[in-house]
């Protein structure tokens, strides 16, 4: 179709859209509200994203390619003959999106759920035979180049062909459980195996379709506006209300609640997790495994039957605001019934939150402190939230009044966060200055610096990456890097992702017409971001000073980099900045004298090799269908595998850790079981880690080549 150009209209003439002589329009039916949401949607993202698309016959291809991926990716629902139908909008996406019509949606999901209808049939009729597996063939797990059917009986072929896979991974485990049989328990034939295997991926399969025939038309709606979104690069995103609640809630690390995890198990909610510290937890009614059959709130209100309901709608019955009663009753998984009643409280996800401790070795390596920080968390609703900025600082305190000699931040799999709480961050450890720039489409780089010219810490800083330390992380570490004020240590290079997202509530698009409204937010991509020497770690991430080995050491296919339409690596001029607080330069040195070490520990030589075995493991896209051939490819996995068991087994440190002096006194005044169990567990996970060992190592290096 013919190119309508890359901006539509501005958010005033988006108003102006709705508003007839100063009267809002009439109430709106269903449709209009999906055409008004999907055209917002492409209004804003074209006034606002930092590389805004032509809505033209390329845009309506890379929609087209990336939903028909999304849509039947496995090559489970569709044949040819539905796909050569949906061919046909190819080219005429664009003009559906700019009309707000829906009629390539409509007929994608038509025939999404036939096919879902029709495949229940397949892998029931399927699972109820005995398979062949002395038969020799193969299946190939190469989604990606693998061609839709042909028409039905190809299709039922790879239904076949999946399902006898998943009966004879089963199968093999059955046979080899008999190995393990209690004395005088008897042994079952391979064919009593064999249906039990078959009867637990029925079961298996039943309970997917279940989930899958709750869909509603919303549901398809949100995946669709998101190829849209995804479309213009993959942290765009469109985000409906409640995912948008559950977004803040994980970015904050609280919500206000029952503190129980939810699942759904046929048509049932079932509680999968209780959240150490919160009010299910100190209640102790509420239990792991119990079913909820109904809700209630407070004391005067009829019971909800919740039966059937998908979790997510269970979660509005059950979340609430602080103080406010529910009321439950559960099955418990004695067979007995019970009613309960919780009072919702502040949930804190705590496992999100900084910690610190201290690694006191009696050798030369002295007292390190170590700071775990797995997000870059925010609460910008409360100004008595928890902000990661204000608590790393208070980790620091804390470690500065144990007169620790140095300290270690680990960042690794920190997926990032609060670009306002990093240049906080970062500004504990420098004088003022530039930490990142960012910059705006069309505009020039702003560069947001750090104000305050006092330091709360000036000794030796190893900084502990991988390849999923992503956005805020790459910004602390790239910054600290820049200015030679830590070492950065950890995978061959950080995620790589350089971009500014911001919400954007698409009703404040829209004044009046309350009927039509929630619409949800837009989550955009805006700006990018630079180092302040001018280089992006788009798609490149940060190189780390001394570089581990790891599991994805030999993986390319980690990151931003492997992400569909992600925008390309640029760079800008470099800001002016230095510090004279703390600078090593002597990394050369400290690198040379790390990779001696790794050379030498068996340990990481064996996470070398483990890392080609994976990457082998990997890159392996058919498999055989016949037991023996199975049995045997796996038989040599497991001896492979086997020369890595218990890899960081025998990796401790030689050094005592402990919670910090403050932590201990308040351990001492509390009763917080949750909080003691949690730095417990963070006491010895660092006890065992070989790559905080080397850090330790890493950060002698660095005290002794710059002494004072």
């Known amino acids: 179709m013919k190119s309508r150009g890359t901006v539509f209209l501005s958010v005033v003439a988006v108003g102006a859209l709705i508003l007839l002589g100063g009267a809002y329009l009439p109430q709106v039916t269903s449709a209009e509200k999906e055409s008004l949401l999907m055209r917002t949607l492409l209004n804003v993202s074209s006034q606002y994203h930092f590389n805004p698309q032509e809505i033209d016959d390329n845009f309506s291809e890379k929609i087209y390619?990336?939903?028909?991926?999304?849509?039947?990716?496995?090559?489970?629902?569709?044949?040819?003959?539905?796909?050569?139908?949906?061919?046909?909008f190819r080219l005429k996406l664009d003009n559906e999106a700019m009309d707000g019509t829906y009629d390539f949606f409509d007929l994608s999901v038509k025939f999404r759920m036939a096919g879902i209808e029709k495949t229940k049939a397949f892998y029931r009729e399927i699972l109820a035979q005995p398979f062949d597996f002395s038969k020799d063939e193969k299946i190939d797990f190469d989604r990606e180049n693998l061609p839709f059917a042909k028409d039905d009986a190809q299709l039922k072929d790879y239904w076949r062909k999946n399902l006898k896979y998943e009966v004879m991974t089963r199968l093999a485990d059955k046979i080899k459980d008999q190995e393990d049989l209690e004395e005088g328990e008897a042994p079952k034939?391979?064919?009593?195996?064999?249906?039990?295997?078959?009867?637990?991926?029925?079961?298996?399969?039943?309970?997917?379709?279940?989930?899958?025939?709750?869909?509603?038309?919303?549901?398809?709606?949100?995946?669709?506006?998101?190829?849209?979104?995804?479309?213009?690069?993959?942290?765009?995103?469109?985000?409906?209300?409640?995912?948008?609640e559950t977004f803040d809630i994980n970015f904050k690390g609280q919500f206000e609640g029952i503190g129980a995890r939810l699942m759904t198990e046929g048509d049932f909610t079932k509680v999968s997790e209780i959240i150490i510290g919160g009010p299910a937890w100190k209640g102790k009614t509420l239990k792991k495994g119990d079913v909820i059959t109904r809700v209630a709130q407070a004391d005067e209100q009829e019971y909800v039957d919740i039966k059937g309901m998908r979790v997510d709608d269970v979660v509005q019955y059950i979340r609430?605001?602080?103080?406010?009663?529910?009321?439950?009753?559960?099955?418990?998984?004695?067979?007995?019934?019970?009613?309960?009643?919780?009072?919702?409280?502040?949930?804190?996800?705590?496992?999100?939150?900084?910690?610190?401790?201290i690694i006191d070795s009696e050798e030369k390596n002295g007292k390190i402190g170590y700071i775990?920080?797995?997000?870059?968390?925010?609460?910008?609703?409360?100004?008595?939230?928890?902000?990661?900025?204000?608590?790393?600082?208070?980790?620091?305190?804390?470690?500065?009044?144990?007169?620790?000699?140095?300290?270690?931040?680990?960042?690794?799999?920190?997926?990032?966060?609060?670009?306002?709480?990093?240049?906080?961050?970062?500004?504990?450890?420098?004088?003022?200055?530039?930490?990142?720039?960012?910059?705006?489409?069309?505009?020039?780089?702003?560069?947001?610096?750090?104000?305050?010219?006092?330091?709360?810490y000036d000794g030796p800083l190893v900084v502990l990456v991988n390849s999923f330390s992503a956005?805020?992380?790459?910004?602390?570490?790239?910054?600290?890097?820049?200015?030679?004020?830590?070492?950065?240590?950890?995978?061959?290079?950080?995620?790589?992702?350089g971009t500014v997202q911001r919400f954007i509530d698409l009703d404040r698009m829209l004044r009046g017409n309350s009927e039509i409204k929630p619409l949800g937010q837009l989550k955009l991509t805006m700006q990018k971001y630079y180092r302040i020497d001018g280089g992006s770690v788009q798609l490149k991430?940060?190189?780390?000073?001394?570089?581990?080995?790891?599991?994805?050491?030999?993986?390319?296919?980690?990151?931003?980099?492997?992400?569909?339409?992600?925008?390309?690596?640029?760079?800008?001029?470099?800001?002016?900045?230095?510090?004279?607080?703390y600078k090593i330069t002597k990394k050369d040195e400290i690198k040379r004298r790390s990779d001696a070490r790794v050379a030498q520990n068996e340990t990481f030589q064996k996470v070398l090799e483990n890392a080609r075995r994976l990457e082998d493991r990997r890159d392996m896209k058919m498999y055989p269908l016949g037991l023996d051939d199975y049995q045997a490819l796996e038989a040599q996995r497991a001896d492979d595998a086997a020369k890595f068991k218990g890899l960081f087994k025998n990796e401790t440190l030689d050094a005592e850790v402990s919670t910090t002096s403050a932590d201990a006194a308040d351990f001492a005044s509390n009763d917080d079981q949750a909080q003691k169990d949690r730095y417990e567990d963070l006491m010895k996970s660092v006890k065992k880690d070989i790559y905080i060992k080397e850090a330790m190592h890493i950060m002698q290096d660095v005290m002794d080549l710059h002494k004072k």
């Open 372 to 456: 775990d920080l797995p997000g870059f968390y925010a609460d910008f609703k409360d100004k008595n939230g928890r902000f990661c900025g204000d608590d790393v600082a208070k980790e620091i305190e804390k470690l500065k009044k144990d007169k620790v000699d140095g300290i270690i931040i680990d960042l690794r799999g920190n997926p990032g966060g609060s670009l306002q709480e990093v240049v906080k961050m970062s500004g504990l450890f420098i004088e003022d200055g530039p930490v990142v720039q960012v910059k705006s489409r069309g505009r020039r780089p702003e560069v947001l610096s750090d104000v305050d010219s006092s330091v709360l």
């Open 65 to 88: 390619d990336l939903y028909l991926n999304r849509l039947d990716g496995g090559r489970r629902w569709l044949t040819q003959k539905e796909v050569s139908q949906l061919e046909a």
């Open 471 to 497: 956005s805020a992380s790459e910004i602390l570490a790239a910054a600290l890097q820049d200015y030679d004020r830590a070492i950065i240590v950890g995978s061959n290079s950080t995620f790589g992702k």
């Open 541 to 581: 991430g940060v190189v780390p000073d001394v570089i581990l080995p790891d599991n994805y050491f030999y993986s390319d296919e980690t990151g931003e980099r492997d992400y569909e339409h992600a925008l390309d690596w640029s760079e800008i001029e470099t800001a002016e900045y230095g510090q004279d607080v």
């Open 189 to 244: 034939t391979e064919e009593e195996l064999e249906v039990a295997a078959r009867e637990k991926v029925l079961e298996i399969y039943d309970k997917w379709y279940n989930r899958l025939e709750k869909d509603r038309r919303s549901d398809h709606l949100s995946k669709y506006l998101n190829v849209f979104a995804n479309t213009y690069d993959p942290h765009t995103g469109y985000f409906e209300p409640r995912k948008k």
């Open 320 to 357: 609430g605001d602080k103080g406010t009663k529910v009321r439950l009753v559960v099955n418990r998984e004695d067979g007995t019934t019970e009613e309960i009643s919780i009072v919702r409280d502040v949930v804190i996800l705590d496992a999100r939150f900084a910690k610190s401790v």
